[in-house]
T-cell receptor, first 114, second 113 residues
Framework: DTGVSQDPRHKITKRGQNVTFRCDPI?????LYWYRQTLGQGPEFLTY????????KSRLLSDRFSAERPKGSFSTLEIQRTEQGDSAMYLC????????????FGPGTRLTVL | TQLLEQSPQFLSIQEGENLTVYCNSS?????LQWYRQEPGEGPVLLVT?????EVKKLKRLTFQFGDARKDSSLHITAAQPGDTGLYLC?????????????FGAGTQVVVTP
């Protein structure tokens, strides 16, 4: 399987705890995106990496959120001091440099904050 | 306010019927994608349209990009239960940066046998 993978698929945590999600993009894709999706809505952009450089962050990404892509391959998204409002599906997508912005999504990580 | 407005929000039809889903905006897009999403899964890319007036066909699905690249439609002929899912349109605004996609809220399609 050469698609985008995400781990874990589901995470249940208590308010105030820290959580970290991982995304492994398609191997030849140098661009990686994180999105968040809540019930009844389409995905909303969180942040973007070109290789290892984080080039854009949404205003949705508060100081409690941090993302890395240390070697330009996999990426991690960490949420510190989780709040109930953080409960959502966190989606990762990747694309090639030269494409009509065709982004391929992973299966997502469903976060539930109790 | 969503940059892309999808209609209808929900569509329930019988197997064999046809359906059309619309995606509208006041902004111009350099490209537009359609995705289908199953519950608990990530969106799966169906098609990308780039040129104004472009029509693409994928088996029983027909996608059209408006001449002004502000709107798009998805038409399904002779729908089957396997077509059930959340259909999302997404695009990169002409003046957008870094390729981040703007999504519509989606159209939930249910096809009953």
């Amino acid at each position: 399987d050469t698609g985008v993978s995400q781990d874990p698929r589901h995470k249940i945590t208590k308010r105030g705890q820290n959580v970290t999600f991982r995304c492994d993009p398609i191997s030849e894709h140098n661009r990686l995106y994180w999105y968040r999706q809540t019930l009844g809505q389409g995905p909303e952009f969180l942040t973007y990496f070109q290789n290892e450089a984080q080039l854009e962050k949404s205003r949705l990404l508060s100081d409690r959120f941090s993302a890395e892509r240390p070697k330009g391959s996999f990426s991690t998204l960490e949420i510190q001091r989780t709040e109930q409002g953080d409960s959502a599906m966190y989606l990762c997508a990747s694309r090639r440099e030269s494409s009509y912005n065709e982004q391929f999504f992973g299966p997502g990580t469903r976060l539930t904050v109790l | 306010t969503q940059l892309l407005e999808q209609s209808p929000q929900f569509l329930s039809i019988q197997e064999g019927e046809n359906l059309t889903v619309y995606c509208n905006s006041s902004s111009v897009f350099s490209s537009l994608q359609w995705y289908r999403q199953e519950p608990g899964e990530g969106p799966v890319l169906l098609v990308t349209v780039v040129t104004g007036g472009e029509v693409k066909k994928l088996k029983r699905l027909t996608f059209q990009f408006g001449d002004a690249r502000k709107d798009s439609s998805l038409h399904i002929t002779a729908a089957q239960p396997g077509d059930t899912g959340l259909y999302l349109c997404a695009g990169q605004p002409l003046r957008g940066s870094w390729g981040k996609l703007q999504f519509g809220a989606g159209t939930q399609v249910v096809v009953t046998p």
